[in-house]
């Protein structure tokens, strides 16, 4: 059996993966990181492996904040990675949703909302990636669908330590830190 093909990204769904999910987030004071998720990114950004965020963000639809409160708490999350030295390679958000009561944001079956893969396999066109180099993490049966829709390996988080997850589920793919040969 040869070995898989070396880790080029992981895509991860955001509230409920990176984030704690609180309902709607959106405002950059109620952020509360899942534990282990901001040194997995770090860890990810130190082996030269992509974080690409595609997060279902239906209360924009519903008329509860704005895009640009996604975008706003976006950057908040980029500063606090920063701090680790961790990074997200492209932040991707569907905002649409057949129940929207913002007209310009009813849509009954949208391409980008999982669990279709719109926001996936425009990731893999941007960032020049091939779905079986890249793994998806998520919380939802949704997620993981949208990732085989997309011909990606899925991974279903049900919560814990993030960084302790993806060791275990990607053993030899999860990327050792730069300069000692170990997993970081």
Known sequence: ?????PLKAVFFDRDGVLNVDSGYLHDPARLEWIPGAREAIAA?????VRSIVVTNQSGVARGYYGEDAVHALHAHMQGELAVLGGAIAAFYHCPF??????????CDDHPDRKPNPGMILRGLAEQGLSAQDCVLVGDNDSDVEAARRAGMQGFLFEGGDLLAFLRERLGPRFPPAPGNGTAA
């Open 97 to 106: 949703h057949k129940d929207a009561v913002v007209e310009a944001y009813r």
């Open 44 to 48: 990810l950004t130190a082996a030269g």
């Open 1 to 5: 059996m040869s070995d898989p093909a």
